[in-house]
């Protein structure tokens, strides 16, 4: 068998052939992986639970079938972020309302993940409910970026982002409603995909069709994010927004060597300032698919009603979802979650009303923009990761922010308009941070997006650069 150290820093996709042909073992991979834990989570805080003898229980009982019989990650262990539930896992949401939780029964999508060979061995830290893009509450503490410990990992899925970084998973599960897959992925070098609505079925709560936040992939590299996203694919009557799965994997669809013929690069979209070192940065990255032979055009769809539109629908959500605690445990919740519901309580029809007409108006622009566009490209975050001590991006390029989640605009406008969307790593500042590009494609266009995204990741040579052990502040 490799060593420990071969092991972490191995693609999933070569993990999965070992498992398949025998070389290792589930229980190898978990030894490995709580080997790993022990060496450097200590630094960042990237899996404050873990339950390693659930998953051993769990990789004994599917090594019980043949090998190449146990699903399309064979036995390969996966991190679950804390806002979704695992049976008998201390499932706190990053809330001391529910620091002691324990649910009896899985989501679905944790379901479907381990029917497909995945083993659930620890819990992602989560800010509280997942609000705010900065990764820390009051029952675990900050997680850390290993490029800088004195910097955010971002958020939501920031914990997530961390373990993969770091080489404490191989996949890691995340969600996203205003950029929680993709500003963790740009803020520690790694991608992560927000899927088109349906494409991962989950368990619904609170709403059925409540679609702003999404289910989702992390991985280190293309071919991984592929793999992970057919094993979370899949229609489930539960669901009832959910997709069937398509003719062809998406692992196939990145690696087909597509190629787009005419790509729109944006800095802004047109609503956001960004950080000119960030800036020019993705703009270097976006022109390089000229080396592919596609035309690199400076252009967006018009999202102008994007800050509006996201403050109300953001709002109703809490609203829906998380009244009943503010009228309980209001003393529990930290200020951005309290202000988020307080703006949904105050909401009228008629601004819900506005608000969806907006984001239809915009998903008709960009659909129409997408006939002339193979994808868009924009940076995945406006900053590079800052001091983990700030709660939140209050100012860009000289201009302040209303609220603690304006400054996420240039991924929630994408949210809006039902676009799948990844970042990926594409370069680093001159401190030595990393910089995602953003890339999007039209509804349900996941495999075209995987497509190119291989293709530019092959052309930048950014492969390979995690996992890293955590880096101390210069």
Avoid at 18 to 29: H, I, M, R
Avoid at 144 to 166: E, F, I, M, Y
Avoid at 296 to 310: G, K, S, T, W, Y
Avoid at 347 to 372: G, N, S
Wanted: proline content about 7%; overall charge neutral; some cysteine.
């Amino acid at each position: 068998m490799a060593s420990n150290q071969e092991l972490v820093r191995a693609t999933a996709c070569a993990i999965v052939d070992k498992l398949n042909s025998g070389e290792v073992s589930p229980l190898d991979l978990l030894d490995v992986l709580e080997s790993r834990i022990a060496e450097v989570d200590g630094l960042v805080n990237a899996l404050p639970t873990r339950c390693f003898d659930r998953a051993r229980s769990h990789a004994k009982t599917l090594m019980k079938q043949p090998k190449g019989e146990r699903g399309l990650l064979a036995g390969l262990p996966i991190p679950i972020k804390d806002l979704t539930s695992v049976a008998g896992v201390l499932t706190t949401q990053g809330s001391p309302i529910y620091r002691n939780h324990i649910p009896d029964r899985s989501d679905l999508l944790v379901e479907h993940l381990e029917s497909n060979g995945g083993v659930v061995y620890a819990k992602s830290n989560t800010p509280e409910f997942g609000a705010g893009a900065n990764t820390f509450n009051e029952v675990f503490g900050a997680t850390r970026n290993p490029w800088d410990t004195s910097r955010s990992a971002a958020g939501s899925s920031g914990g997530a982002a961390v373990a993969l970084a770091t080489g404490m998973a191989w996949l890691a599960h995340g969600s996203d409603m205003g950029g929680s897959l993709r500003n963790p992925a740009s803020f520690c070098g790694i991608v992560g995909l927000r899927p088109s609505i349906g494409r991962v079925a989950h368990t619904p709560n609170f709403k059925i069709d409540r679609n702003l936040g999404v289910q989702g992939p992390m991985a280190r590299n293309i071919e991984d994010l592929a793999l992970l996203l057919d094993a979370m694919s899949g229609e489930h009557p539960a669901d009832p927004l959910s997709l069937p799965v398509l003719p062809t994997s998406f692992l196939a669809e990145a690696r087909s060597g597509k190629r787009p013929k005419r790509i729109a690069y944006s800095p802004d979209l047109g609503i956001t300032p960004v950080d000119p070192e960030v800036a020019a940065i993705t703009r270097k990255a976006a022109l390089r698919f000229a080396e592919a032979g596609a035309i690199v055009e400076e252009a967006h769809p018009d999202l102008r009603e994007a800050h509006e539109c996201f403050h109300v629908l953001r709002a109703f959500d809490f609203a829906i979802s998380k009244a009943e605690l503010l009228r309980s445990k209001r003393d529990l919740l930290k200020p951005e979650v309290i202000w988020n519901i307080e703006e949904g309580l105050k909401l009228t029809v008629e601004q819900i009303a506005r608000a969806e007409a907006q984001r239809i108006a915009m998903t008709v622009r960009t659909l129409e923009f997408f006939k002339t566009y193979d994808l868009l490209l924009a940076p995945a975050t406006i900053v590079a990761p800052f001091p983990v001590e700030n709660r939140y991006v209050a100012e860009c390029a000289g201009q302040k922010f209303d609220n603690y989640v304006e400054w996420l605009g240039i991924v929630y406008a994408i949210t809006l308009v039902c676009c799948p969307a990844l970042s990926l790593p594409c370069g680093f500042t001159a401190s030595g941070l990393p910089v995602g590009l953003q890339m999007v494609a039209a509804p349900r266009g996941e495999a075209q997006l995987l497509a190119g995204a291989k293709l530019l990741e092959d052309i930048l040579g950014v492969r390979g650069t995690t996992p890293i052990d955590p880096r101390p502040p210069k």
